[in-house]
């Protein structure tokens, strides 16, 4: 209980096993303390927080994730989700200098529609940034015209293999990015919990990447960290491969500690360890040819 989250926070982790230059764009109420929320984030070092709105009306959003043996999750709102979409933090509330960040994990709007709005502006106030999106359960009832829009609109697009199912009514992965290439995904990263990722590019590249965390003691926010790890990757133009193999790492470290982990002096060597062993077991797939 009372463990800090969201998927900016847990997104800004993912980045941090990587980076030293990050910000977060959140809201919260006047009823959580600052030590809740400050302490934990200015621990992560090189994490700027002048984003973070406070609203003095609202009540910060809570949520209990219940977890069964099989790996069902169920999330349990304790506050009003509209509240939270309606106290989210506007473009215009954002500081200049973060429009000139060389990339932004987006989970945002109530449909679509809102999304997009969005999207047009921060790639109109930075055309060369890199954007991506990570779906929520709000954006799983757009039509594939939607999809199109909003995917024109993005370098990398990162569903988890439930909503990727959802929206395409298909399970094989490769069918699924066959489906999402054409409506104008550039990069796709399907997440898959325990089973790794699957990555795809447009020219017909894929790749099963394997989960490198070895002892998990909380998959909460696991797939944002991921997003947070290959956002950071495709921004500083690696090959998507060698992104992809990064988000992975930044996931194992969020799944080995409840809430915002603590990371030592020693963060980067861990983290180039844990790459050059997930190196040896990825495996190279091609969507176009299976498909």
């Given at each position: 209980?009372?463990?800090?989250?969201?998927?900016?926070?847990?997104?800004l982790v993912?980045?941090?096993?990587?980076?030293?230059?990050?910000?977060?764009?959140?809201?919260?109420?006047?009823?959580?303390?600052?030590?809740?929320?400050?302490?934990?984030?200015?621990a992560?070092?090189y994490?700027?927080?002048?984003?973070?709105?406070?609203?003095?009306?609202?009540?910060?959003?809570?949520?209990?994730?219940?977890?069964?043996?099989?790996?069902?999750r169920?999330e349990?709102?304790?506050t009003?989700?509209a509240?939270?979409?309606?106290?989210?933090?506007?473009?215009e509330?954002?500081?200049?200098?973060?429009?000139?960040?060389?990339?932004?994990?987006?989970?945002?709007?109530?449909?679509?529609?809102?999304?997009?709005?969005?999207?047009?502006?921060?790639?109109?106030?930075?055309?060369?940034?890199?954007?991506?999106?990570?779906?929520?359960?709000?954006?799983?009832?757009?039509?594939?015209?939607?999809?199109?829009?909003?995917?024109?609109?993005?370098?990398?697009?990162?569903?988890?293999?439930?909503?990727?199912?959802?929206?395409?009514?298909?399970?094989?992965?490769?069918?699924?990015?066959?489906?999402?290439?054409?409506?104008?995904?550039?990069?796709l990263?399907i997440?898959?919990?325990?089973?790794?990722?699957?990555?795809?590019?447009?020219?017909?590249?894929?790749?099963?990447?394997?989960?490198?965390?070895?002892?998990?003691?909380?998959?909460?926010g696991?797939?944002?960290?991921y997003?947070?790890?290959?956002?950071?990757?495709?921004?500083?133009?690696?090959?998507?491969?060698?992104?992809?193999?990064?988000?992975?790492?930044?996931?194992?470290?969020?799944?080995?500690q409840?809430g915002v982990?603590?990371?030592?002096?020693?963060?980067?060597e861990?983290?180039?360890?844990?790459?050059?062993?997930?190196?040896?077991?990825?495996?190279?797939?091609?969507?176009?040819?299976?498909?």
């Open positions: 209980m009372g463990v800090l989250g969201g998927a900016g926070t847990h997104a993912g980045m941090r096993v990587w980076s030293r230059s990050l910000g977060l764009v959140a809201s919260v109420g006047r009823d959580v303390p600052e030590t809740v929320y400050r302490q934990p984030l200015e992560l070092g994490v700027d927080l002048r984003a973070i709105v406070r609203r003095e009306n609202y009540q910060t959003a809570r949520a209990w994730q219940l977890f069964e043996k099989d790996g069902t169920t349990v709102m304790r009003d989700p509240e939270f979409l309606d106290n989210t933090p506007r473009h509330e954002m500081p200049d200098d973060y429009r000139n960040a060389k990339g932004f994990h987006v989970l945002w709007g109530r449909d679509l529609d809102e999304l997009g709005s969005l999207l047009a502006k921060l790639r109109k106030g930075n055309p060369s940034t890199c954007l991506l999106w990570e779906p929520s359960p709000d954006h799983e009832r757009g039509t594939p015209d939607q999809y199109i829009d909003i995917l024109k609109q993005v370098d990398v697009f990162s569903p988890d293999i439930q909503q990727a199912t959802f929206i395409t009514g298909l399970e094989d992965v490769a069918e699924i990015s066959s489906v999402f290439v054409q409506w104008g995904a550039r990069t990263a997440r898959r919990g325990d089973q790794g990722s699957y990555v795809a590019t447009r020219d017909g590249q894929a790749w099963h990447v394997p989960a490198v965390a070895e002892k998990i003691v909380d998959v909460t696991a797939g944002n960290a997003c947070g790890g290959l956002l950071w990757g495709v921004a500083e133009a690696l090959d998507v491969r060698d992104a992809a193999l990064r988000a992975a790492v930044s996931a194992s470290f969020t799944l080995e409840f982990p603590t990371f030592g002096d020693d963060l980067f861990e983290a180039t360890t844990r790459l050059s062993g997930s190196r040896q077991k990825i495996v190279e797939d091609n969507w176009k040819k299976r498909t």
